[in-house]
Nanobody, 124 residues
Framework: QVQLVESGGGLVQPGGSLTLSCAAS????????IGWFRQAPGKEREGVSY????????YYADSVKGRFTISRDNYKNTVYLQMNSLKPEDTAIYYC?????????????????WGQGTQVTVSS
């Protein structure tokens, strides 16, 4: 059984940094990637970044490219999202998720497993 648990959210000033963690259990090599997604109030959920399970390659949405970095620690079964130069528009609930299929995970935003989410608020 797959379980994803996010942590690390909080309140940060514009220009500040936060690191989110996604502790993953039960995710085997059959899964394509673990991704980070976010949903701001009144907006649809959107993909932020993902890291492939097998080779660790990464992908970023244009809105976060150059500011966010996704990484993983295989020993701790944890995926991180380092967020720098945060902007008020980054305010959202951030979720991690996984699926065996990139189409479901990233294009349809209907992965098989979601975490419970962690709130990130960027405000002065």
């Amino acid at each position: 059984q797959v379980q994803l648990v996010e942590s690390g959210g909080g309140l940060v000033q514009p220009g500040g940094s936060l690191t989110l963690s996604c502790a993953a259990s039960g995710v085997t090599w059959d899964y394509y990637a673990i991704g980070w997604f976010r949903q701001a109030p009144g907006k649809e959920r959107e993909g932020v970044s993902y890291i492939k399970i097998k080779d660790g390659s990464t992908y970023y949405a244009d809105s976060v490219k150059g500011r966010f970095t996704i990484s993983r620690d295989n020993y701790k079964n944890t995926v991180y999202l380092q967020m720098n130069s945060l902007k008020p528009e980054d305010t959202a609930i951030y979720y991690c998720a996984t699926d065996t299929n990139l189409f479901n995970l990233w294009l349809l935003l209907r992965p098989e497993y979601w975490g419970q989410g962690t709130q990130v608020t960027v405000s002065s």
